[in-house]
């Protein structure tokens, strides 16, 4: 078995004396190694098979040297002995192998030893920079943390300015999708906080203003603000702003959107221009030459007397300065001294005043002017109001 093993072949053994209920039999033992199949790979197979057996070996009657001839004893002795021999032999070689493998293995383990040695030094060093660095971690931590409240401060600070400002306001990445918004945007676009993270385009406002996409892509693509003044579908006014989203370092991350409320605004101003209209139909159709000034001296209304008597037309008299008109006739110093002290002391008049001139295409008029100050919030937006009587003898 041990040679089948070692050489990986057939090993034979002849003439093996096995004692039955019947005698001595003579058998022939057979060791086999297996390489096939898979399975019983790196097996031994042993093979008992039976030999022809004289009958007085079979019945043990006589002694070995009887049995069988002396020569065929002595050869499978020496045979035995030769196979003990080159076992021993092979076992000698191999155990000085064996001694030799040890001590190359022994050799490699000492300076695997003292490798690990080494690396254990290094794993020391290792550990102390690591806690080095763990320290620096926990100290990058702590301001990270620091950072953190600082921002979460900061946002909350900036929703509560935006809700505060109660202005209309979306964030828009530079594909055009919501990333935050304020409430009142809810007013004119119907938004809800799922919304976030859809794209503008999926959403329909009640703007009278049907390019707003075109209006976004422009401000992503020229960097270039956008302003208009926009009316809702129920009446309302807002000033829409689309500017791009700038970062801290100047990086574009897209747009925003603001809205803010004119409504009272629009609405005082067509009060006022209704006001306005009315007040120059009223001095269009007084019967006494007078002038509307505003606080530069321009003409801001013309009453039909006041050109008839002077040959002045009331469409060409409006927007024009006093000094201009009648070929600059009313460019009197004493004139214009009275009515910018009316521009100085809101609410004071002057009455009275007469003056002599010589008016293209109407000849030498004697006038007796009187003037009245409109007061306004602010000083230099005060309306003048200037009469003007013909003393001029017939």
Do not use: C
């Not at 033992?29 to 790979?41: C, G």
């Not at 030893?113 to 806690?131: I, P």
């Not at 008839?308 to 009313?330: C, I, M, Q, S």
């Amino acid at each position: 078995m041990h040679k089948a093993a070692s050489t990986r072949q057939d090993a034979v053994a002849e003439n093996v004396k096995v004692k039955t209920e019947l005698g001595v039999q003579l058998i022939r033992v057979t060791v086999k190694y297996l390489e096939e199949p898979e399975q019983l790979a790196g097996l031994l197979l042993m093979v008992f098979e039976d030999q022809p057996t004289p009958r007085k070996v079979r019945l043990g009657k006589a002694n070995a040297g009887t049995d069988l001839s002396r020569d065929a004893v002595v050869a499978a002795l020496e045979k035995e002995l030769q196979y003990t021999k080159h076992r021993l032999q092979n076992t000698i070689e191999e155990m000085e192998s064996s001694v030799e493998e040890l001590k190359s293995t022994n050799e490699e383990l000492q300076s695997a030893n003292e490798e690990l040695q080494s690396t254990n030094e290094e794993a020391m060093t290792n550990k102390e920079e690591m806690q080095s660095l763990n320290e620096e971690l926990m100290t990058l931590n702590m301001q990270y943390l620091s950072k953190t409240e600082e921002l979460s401060l900061a946002a909350n600070d900036m929703k509560n300015l935006l809700d505060a400002t109660e202005i209309a306001t979306i964030f828009l990445d530079n594909d055009m999708v919501i990333k935050r918004f304020t409430p009142p945007v809810q007013r004119i676009i119907s938004l809800l906080p799922g919304d976030v993270g859809r794209p503008i385009t999926h959403f329909a406002s009640n703007l009278r203003r049907e390019n707003l996409a075109h209006d976004v892509r422009q401000v992503l693509d020229r960097l270039v603000s956008v302003e208009a003044n926009i009316q809702t579908t129920t009446g309302e006014w807002y000033v829409m702003r689309i500017l791009p989203y700038r970062t801290l370092d100047n990086y574009i991350s897209g747009a925003v959107i603001t809205f803010t409320d004119i409504t009272d605004l629009k609405t005082l101003e067509a009060q006022l221009q209704e006001s306005t209209r009315m007040a120059e139909a009223v001095v269009e159709t007084v019967r006494e030459p007078l002038l509307v000034l505003d606080h530069r001296l321009t003409v801001l209304a013309i009453s039909h007397s006041f050109a008839e008597l002077f040959g002045v037309d009331v469409a060409e008299a409006k927007g024009r300065p006093l000094a201009e008109l009648n070929g600059g006739t009313w460019r009197q110093p004493e004139v214009r001294l009275r009515l910018e002290k009316l521009l100085q002391e809101p609410g004071t008049v002057f009455d009275d005043f007469r003056f002599e001139a010589e008016f293209p295409g109407t000849g030498p008029r004697q006038l007796q002017v009187y003037g009245r100050s409109i007061a306004s919030d602010l000083a230099s937006k005060s309306t003048l109001l200037l009469g003007v009587q013909d003393i001029t003898p017939q």
